[in-house]
Structure formats: structure tokens, C-alpha cells
């Protein structure tokens, strides 16, 4: 592979990092929105290393073999905050990007910020019995462009994109049931606008440990399977449909998360494409593996 | 009495029995939504807030909140009802567990109002819900026909004027006909 083609490869590695993060929203479950903005999720600090191995196929589908693959991390922390009560939250996520340069370009190696969302959330809906919740909640997303575009590994898109959501859960005893859909609207640079986005994302929650949960605080593990379609647009430049043909994504994710008291967890998951369509696109995301910890603040 | 064992576990019986009596009092307070227990943090420390609480014990299984009461600190049920919804939750029942024996097991109100102004059915529904909002509150009753709401309160704190405040909220007058402890479930087997 030639120097260009590395670099390519590189910046269709970063730029690939960064828009599939629009997918992976915070929350327990680990990659699914969650509406219970309570405890961990109320007024504490996110914080979780993503591994993204990316590879580069000969063909533009999934059957063709890969040439050359390589790896992005970014570590991101996520900080909601209560307003004046649970019923309403905002917060932020910071991308650090990070490359070790371990693609054999040493040039290309570093760390910067990468494009921060803010966002508010608000509660529309909550039906409470014993030992049972449902909750419904949208959330309301500005991306702006922090990231340094132009830097080698880039870091940012370059847009500033809205998105809105809708959220909600189902938890009865050891079962919790998450269902999130939301859309982006990429904003433009240089005349050039990149695809929109829809996501849909399912998870199905399980409190493996303690069988009969007592008293609180007791030690918890849960387990999630997760799963989610992401569909994005054509790109446009200055209003005319770009050659590319959009993207469709059907991902699945398992993860481990355990609660060892009141104010802490630590989480696993990982996360892998089990069907897409990109007949235009040569950089695709093979697996993802997330580590994280949130820590209660307040 | 002769086994040193028997002496001992009898002791310490008599110093748990004593520890209790000087207790004060202990609240239990059904809190629904209770699914997602590290959640629970947040209405620990609001009810942790509260004047007079010493400490407090969640159930996640059984869906209530025990609190200890100082001896002679009063139970504010509306705000107990208060902090947990401000953390997230929704009260249900908030009863008096102990001391109810000193108390001739009548920790239940029967409370009865004179409401004017119902003119329809939907103002019965609107009264009913207002009445029940209250924690304590349970068996509501509105009868359009004659005027009248009853309802039980379990809970050794909440005024009756509370409940007229509730309906006077909706543009309803009201007044208390009946505030008097409930009979006892043994009684009413009689």
C-alpha cells in the first residue's frame, strides 16, 4: 500500500470513527439511549475507551476480502447533569481522538479533541408500579465542529449537525427493555453536506446477579444484547446528489456491566455489523469493543 | 437456666428489645418505579435530607423505603411524598409501622368532606384523582349526589385540611364533615 493510499485510509478511519458515534448513544444499556436520567445517568461522569477496528476492502461489499486493517481508539467522557429535577437533564461527551500510530505511519500518530455534543433531554412519559417502570423521553442533540478536520488523523467533520430522539424503557424486576430512534441532520461545510442519518436501536437488559435483589446497595451484574439499524442519506454539494449511494448498517452488541455499590459501575461490550449495504464505501468498521466507567458525582 | 448460652442469647434479646423502644418511630413508604436499584442513590439521599430521619433501608424487592424517625421528630407524609418524587419516583402508601401498638392500632383516619359544586361526572373523576393524589389516602369516594368525599389516610401526620385544599384547587368548595380514627380491621370483622 502507498503512502496516499495510508493516508486514505487513515482519514476514512477517523472520519468513519467519528460519524458511527451518532449510533453508540450513552446510557446503560451501554451502546442504547436510556429515558431514566436517575442515579448514574443523573449527575455523574461517563467515561469509556472504544476500540475501533477498521478495514479496508477490495470490493465495496462485505464479501470482498479485506487488504489491510487497522485500529482508532477515542476515549470519550459523557457529563449529564440534572437541572431542577430528573425530569429534565443536559450534558455534554467529549471525543478525545487518539492514534497510536500503529499503522506504520509514525507521521500520522497524535491526540486531539474530536467534535463535542451537547444536549437536553426531557421526560414525556413515566408509569410507575412496584418493581416496574416505563418511561419515555426525547432528547435534543447539537454536534459541533471542535475536531480539527484538517489534522492528520482528522478529528472532526467539519459540521455542525442537529439531531432529535425519542427514547424509551420498559424495566419490570430483572428485565429492562430499551427502545431508541433518532435522526441527524448533518450540517454543511464547504458547500459539501454529508448524508443524514436514522438510527433505530433495541436493547434487551438482564440482571444476571443478585437473583432477588433486596436491599439496596447490593452488587449487580447485568447483561445486555443490543442491536441497531443505521441509515444514512446521499451527500449533497451545494444541492446536487454526490456519486455516493448512502450507507445501511445492522449492528449487534453484547456487554457485561457490573454495579459494585452506590456510586460507581464498569462496563463491556462489544459491538459488531452483522449486515450493511456501502456499495460505495471501502472503510468499514469490523468491531467495536467499548470499556467504560461511570461514576456517580454528587 | 443452667447453659451459659441461654443466659447470653437472652441478654441480648433484652438489649435489642430496649435498643427498639428507643427507636422512635418507623415509616414505611411504598415507592413505585423501585426496577433500577442503582437509581436508587438519589432518593437515599433526599429522604436521608429530611428533619428527623436517622436512617432509612430500601427494599428493591418489596418496593418500599423504611424510614427511622427520631423519637419525637413529627412525619411529614406530603413531604416524604415530596422528596420522593423530587428524586425520580412515584410515592404510593406512607404508613406508620411503629409505635402503631401505642397508638391502639389507629394509625388510619377516616376522613369525610362536604364538597359543593360537582356537576357532572367528570368532576367527580376530577375530585377523586385529586383526593388520591395524597399519599396516605386510600378507599376514595366521591358521591356527586350528596356532596359528599370519603376516603381513609394511613399515617399519623397528614391534616385533613390538606385534602380541602386539594379540591379547593379544582374551584370546588369543601369543608371537613368527619375526621376520626378508622376502626380496626378487627373491629370491622365484628
Given at each position: 500500500m502507498t503512502l496516499t493510499g495510508r493516508a486514505a485510509l487513515l482519514a476514512g478511519l477517523w472520519i468513519l470513527a467519528l460519524s458511527g458515534g451518532s449510533a453508540q448513544a450513552q446510557g446503560p444499556p451501554i451502546f442504547t439511549d436510556t429515558p431514566i436520567m436517575l442515579g448514574l445517568e443523573g449527575r455523574g461522569l461517563r467515561l469509556f475507551l472504544q476500540r475501533t477496528d477498521v478495514v479496508q476492502r477490495r470490493s465495496g461489499d462485505s464479501t470482498g476480502s479485506p487488504n489491510t486493517s487497522t485500529a482508532s481508539y477515542r476515549l470519550v467522557a459523557g457529563l449529564p447533569l440534572q437541572l431542577w429535577s430528573p425530569?429534565?437533564?443536559?450534558?455534554?461527551?467529549?471525543?478525545?481522538?487518539?492514534?497510536?500510530?500503529?499503522?506504520?505511519?509514525?507521521?500520522?500518530?497524535?491526540?486531539?479533541?474530536?467534535?463535542?455534543q451537547a444536549y437536553f433531554k426531557v421526560l414525556l412519559l413515566q408509569r410507575d408500579r412496584r418493581n416496574e417502570t416505563l418511561r419515555l423521553a426525547g432528547r435534543f442533540t447539537a454536534k459541533l465542529p471542535t475536531g480539527d478536520r484538517d489534522a492528520r488523523p482528522v478529528r472532526g467533520t467539519g459540521t455542525t449537525d442537529?439531531?432529535?430522539?425519542?427514547?424509551?424503557?420498559?424495566?419490570?424486576?430483572?428485565?429492562?427493555i430499551y427502545l431508541e430512534s433518532g435522526f441527524l441532520r448533518r450540517g454543511t461545510h464547504q458547500g459539501e453536506r454529508p448524508g443524514h442519518q436514522l438510527h433505530v436501536n433495541a436493547a434487551l437488559g438482564y440482571r444476571l446477579v443478585p437473583d432477588i435483589?433486596?436491599?439496596?446497595?447490593s452488587p449487580q451484574l447485568n447483561a445486555y444484547l443490543e442491536a441497531g439499524l443505521q441509515v444514512t442519506g446521499r451527500s449533497r454539494r451545494s444541492g446536487d446528489l454526490l456519486g455516493d449511494a448512502g450507507s445501511q448498517v445492522l449492528w449487534m452488541a453484547s456487554g457485561l456491566q457490573y454495579i459494585a455499590g452506590r456510586r460507581w459501575l464498569v462496563e463491556a461490550a462489544w459491538q459488531w455489523p452483522v449486515w450493511r449495504h456501502n456499495p460505495n464505501q471501502i472503510m468499514e468498521a469490523e468491531r467495536n469493543l467499548r470499556l467504560g466507567i461511570r461514576l456517580l458525582l454528587y | 437456666m443452667k447453659n451459659p448460652w441461654h443466659v447470653a442469647c437472652f441478654l441480648l434479646l433484652g438489649l435489642a428489645m430496649a435498643a427498639w423502644a428507643g427507636q422512635g418511630?418507623?415509616?414505611?413508604?411504598?415507592?413505585?418505579?423501585?426496577?433500577c436499584p442503582f437509581c436508587a442513590y438519589g432518593l437515599e439521599k433526599k429522604l436521608k435530607k429530611i428533619d428527623g430521619v436517622e436512617k432509612l433501608e430500601i427494599k428493591i424487592n418489596e418496593g418500599v423505603v423504611y424510614l427511622h424517625y427520631r423519637e419525637n421528630a413529627a412525619v411529614d407524609t406530603v413531604l416524604l411524598a415530596q422528596k420522593v418524587k423530587e428524586a425520580g419516583f412515584t410515592p404510593r402508601?406512607?404508613?406508620?409501622?411503629?409505635?402503631?401498638v401505642t397508638d391502639g392500632g389507629r394509625t388510619e383516619k377516616k376522613i369525610a368532606l362536604a364538597v359543593e359544586g360537582m356537576t357532572c361526572e367528570d368532576c367527580v373523576r376530577r375530585v377523586e384523582k385529586a383526593l388520591q393524589s395524597v399519599p396516605c389516602a386510600r378507599d376514595v369516594q366521591v358521591d356527586r349526589k350528596r356532596a359528599r368525599a370519603e376516603l381513609v389516610c394511613s399515617g399519623d401526620a397528614t391534616d385533613a385540611a390538606l385534602f380541602v385544599k386539594k379540591v379547593e384547587a379544582l374551584g370546588f368548595k369543601a369543608r371537613v364533615l368527619e375526621n376520626k380514627p378508622a376502626e380496626s380491621k378487627t373491629a370491622r370483622r365484628r
Open positions: 425530569r429534565w437533564q443536559v450534558g455534554g461527551i467529549v471525543p478525545l481522538v487518539l492514534q497510536p500510530g500503529s499503522v506504520g505511519l509514525p507521521t500520522t500518530s497524535g491526540a486531539g479533541i474530536g467534535d463535542v442537529l439531531g432529535a430522539s425519542a427514547t424509551g424503557a420498559w424495566i419490570r424486576r430483572r428485565i429492562g435483589y433486596e436491599t439496596y446497595p | 418511630k418507623l415509616v414505611k413508604v411504598r415507592v413505585d418505579g423501585l426496577s402508601q406512607i404508613e406508620l409501622v411503629s409505635p402503631a
